[in-house]
Structures are given as structure tokens and as C-alpha cells.
């Protein structure tokens, strides 16, 4: 990850997404850069961020155990708001999002921002729209997915995880 320092690339991104209209204070974005492969979040960081991914695709996954993957969501359609759930809960199991292609976002680091984002009344409902938007995509897609789709999600996330299993996909079924 790179932070970038062009405001007039920040500036062109608040504009065409309309963030300032979410939030009731001025907040200071920073631009990150991910290039393919990077994680935009892990439950293993230290200092999370709420961020807009205002380019590029991602997907989303979970490890619930060692050996196993999770879900998968790819590519958000808008400025997607990532980190939420960190700033209302800072207990919360984070899940790894992983750059698919470069990816820009404009992030808030939560260590400088948690209580001026809490105390924003526009932002939290914002937050609280863009929660339940998730929530029911989530119950509604996985429900409606045919067992084959499922099935394929989970091969493409483990093969692309696992280096050993592109040369042989066949040994997830052993």
C-alpha cells in the first residue's frame, strides 16, 4: 500500500462519489493505493480505517478455520464504504479484503478519526444505510445462488490462495 499525496486526485474523488455529503465534519482523506494482491484490511492490523474504494476490484473473504475460506464479493459498483463495522465495534472480527486489481481508496485511519466519526450524525446514517444495503445483498444473493455457483466461488477463492492448489485444483476434493 502507498499513501498518496495528490489532493487535486482526492478532490476528484470526493466530487464524483459526493462523500463530503455523508459526513457533517471535514475529515482529512488520505489516498491509498493497493496493487493486486495487497490487503486493504486483515483481522491481524493494528490500525484500521474506514475507507471508500473509489477504484479498482476487490474481493472479500473470511477463514473461519485454518483450512477454509469464506465468501466472496467482487467488484463493488460505487465508492464502497469498508471499516464501518470497525468503527462502531472495535471488537469486531475484521475480514480480509484483498486488492484483485489496483485499487484506490480515500481512508480515515480510526486511531485519529473514532470519536469525530461517532459523534457524526450524517455519517452514522450513512453507515447505518450502507449496513443494511450489505446485510441484504448478503442474505438475499447467497440464497438465490445455485449450489454449482457456490461451489465454483469457494474453488476460485482457494485456488487463488493457495499457491499449490493452481497446479492441481483436483486436490480439494481429496
Known amino acids: 500500500m502507498v499513501v498518496l499525496s495528490s489532493s487535486e486526485q482526492i478532490e476528484k474523488y470526493l466530487k464524483r462519489f459526493h462523500i463530503q455529503e455523508h459526513f457533517s465534519c471535514d475529515p482529512a482523506f488520505s489516498l491509498r493505493r493497493y496493487l493486486p494482491g495487497e490487503l486493504l484490511t486483515s483481522p491481524f492490523e493494528e ?9 479498482g476490484d476487490v474481493i472479500l473473504y473470511d477463514m473461519p478455520t485454518e483450512d477454509s475460506v469464506a465468501g466472496v464479493d467482487s467488484p463493488f459498483y460505487r465508492a464502497t464504504l469498508i471499516g464501518e463495522a470497525e468503527l462502531i465495534n472495535p ?23 473514532r470519536e469525530k466519526l461517532l459523534n457524526d450524525n450524517t455519517f452514522l446514517r450513512y453507515v447505518c444505510r450502507m449496513l443494511s444495503e450489505k446485510l441484504s445483498d448478503a442474505t438475499s444473493t447467497a440464497h438465490k445462488l445455485p449450489l454449482r455457483e457456490q461451489l465454483m466461488r469457494y474453488l476460485v477463492i482457494h485456488v487463488e490462495r493457495q499457491p499449490k492448489l493452481r497446479d492441481d485444483p483436483l486436490r480439494l476434493l481429496q
Request: proline share 3%; charged share 20%.
Open 47 to 55: 490500525d484500521h480505517a474506514v475507507q471508500f474504494i473509489v477504484e
Open 91 to 113: 471488537n469486531f472480527q475484521t475480514f480480509f479484503v484483498e486488492a484483485k486489481t489496483e485499487v484506490y481508496s480515500l481512508a480515515l485511519p480510526l486511531s485519529e478519526y
